[in-house]
């Protein structure tokens, strides 16, 4: 038997045309039987119905500003151009797709109408293309409202309060069968114009179960990070927690998602890093204390000595450094060392008094003899000079070479 496979419609001259393979031969008089794919139809039925209700939402929420520049029907998802001043905000976008839900919602009948064009162009409220042609009579498709009522009292509100457009397609019987609505995007397309893809139905059902998901993980993930002090000091585990929230903050931009859910998501990692950040500079004070501290002790034993280099414990930052040499008033010269293994980093800090500088021991020249050996650049000045490396590994070295060079310019 003859098949004829249509892929596309197109109208021409008043007809409508089908487009499509046959396999076989058809011939005038032919009479054909008509199967249609339903689950398909079923979806593009829901996107288009849907795609009328996110029109209507979006002159909800951004008046006139939105018109519509263009449409996308497909079975999987809906594609909406329109035009706008510029970004939506998180909040236009949720505001647009509750909108949108309620008036599915409302389950009201989706009626449809051929009416003179003329007649149909009076409804206030009815939303057309603007540069585009229609045919006279039009068919008219409102939601909840039968189209006899707003033909019959065009300048009612009515018109303004559902959806009401210009159609030729396919659509559902009532809005309620478009199921659940979500706008996963919204984006610049063109000076003026945004882009919206929307989900209805099946598709965006996975979408809210999806955000759903994200949100425990990221939940737990908060929960576990308040709950786990010991990652103030455990390194490994301090990285591995912030790859945790990098890796899920990448796979929530991914994932088709209620845009604003993932904004909501993404809000929640960054939250996350605020956590592990208050962890970071508390690990920070706590090796200050403990610099400061052991810098303390340093000064008994200190007392008599002109010069002291010392290596304080990893971690240390230079202005750590910086306030524990301040505790050694007594010493002439000293330079203090920390490394810190993780981020390959040395760092050096020295002060030297007057005396020193005038028996020809200046802190930049000081550190600069001990920058090649830790692999790094210093800078400062006569009496206080610092540096950082990237060769932690040659701290005993640098010690050493630190003290000789200080012996023999002041001697110990
Ligand atoms: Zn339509």
Redesign the pocket.
């Known amino acids: 038997s003859t098949e004829f496979s249509v892929n596309n419609t197109q109208p021409r001259g008043g007809y409508i045309m089908l487009i499509g393979k046959v396999e076989g031969t058809i011939k005038v008089g032919d009479t054909l039987n008509q199967t249609i794919d339903e689950p398909r139809r079923e979806l593009i039925m829901k996107n288009?119905t849907g795609?009328?209700v996110l029109n209507y939402a979006l002159r909800q929420v951004l008046k006139d500003a939105a018109d519509q520049k263009g449409s996308l029907v497909a079975p999987d998802r809906m594609r909406f151009d329109f035009t706008a001043k510029g970004a939506m905000t998180p909040e236009q976008v949720k505001e647009t797709e509750m909108i949108a839900q309620a008036l599915i919602d409302q389950n009201g009948e989706v009626f449809a109408k051929d009416s003179s064009l003329a007649q149909a162009k009076a409804v206030k409220g009815l939303r057309a293309v603007f540069d585009e042609t229609y045919p006279d009579p039009v068919r008219v498709?409102s939601i909840g409202v039968p189209v006899e009522q707003l033909l019959g009292d065009p300048d009612g509100p009515a018109g303004n309060q559902t959806s009401v457009?210009f159609?030729g397609?396919t659509h559902l019987r009532r809005a309620g069968h478009v199921g659940k609505f979500v706008i996963a995007s919204e984006e610049a397309i063109a000076k003026g114009i945004r882009r919206m893809y929307a989900l209805t139905g099946p598709e965006a059902e996975r979408a809210i179960h999806r955000a759903d998901r994200f949100e425990q993980r990221i939940a737990e993930l908060v929960k576990t990070i308040e709950g786990d002090k010991s990652l103030v000091n455990d390194r490994d585990r301090y990285r591995a927690t912030s790859k945790q929230i990098f890796a899920f903050d990448a796979e929530v931009i991914q994932s088709t998602l209620p845009q604003w859910r993932r904004d909501e998501l993404r809000t929640k990692a960054k939250a996350a890093t605020k956590i592990l950040d208050g962890y970071a500079k508390q690990a920070q004070a706590a090796v200050a204390e403990k610099v400061l501290a052991e810098a303390k002790t340093l000064v008994e034993k200190a007392k008599n000595e002109k010069v002291v280099v010392h290596i304080f414990p990893p971690g240390a930052t230079g202005k750590a450094l910086d306030s524990a040499l301040k505790q050694l008033k007594t010493t002439s010269a000293a330079m203090a060392f920390s490394v810190d293994e993780e981020q390959n980093r040395i760092t050096v800090f020295a002060k030297v008094d007057q005396a020193s500088i005038d028996s020809g021991l200046k802190a930049t020249e000081w550190v600069n003899a001990v920058c090649e050996l830790v692999g790094g650049k210093g800078g400062g000045k006569e009496t206080q000079a610092q540096a950082v490396g990237n060769r932690p590994e040659a701290v005993d070295q640098a010690l050493q070479l630190a003290r000789e060079f200080a012996k023999t310019k002041i001697g110990s």
Do not use: I, K, Q
Request: proline share 0%.
């Open positions: 288009h795609t009328h498709v457009e159609c397609g």
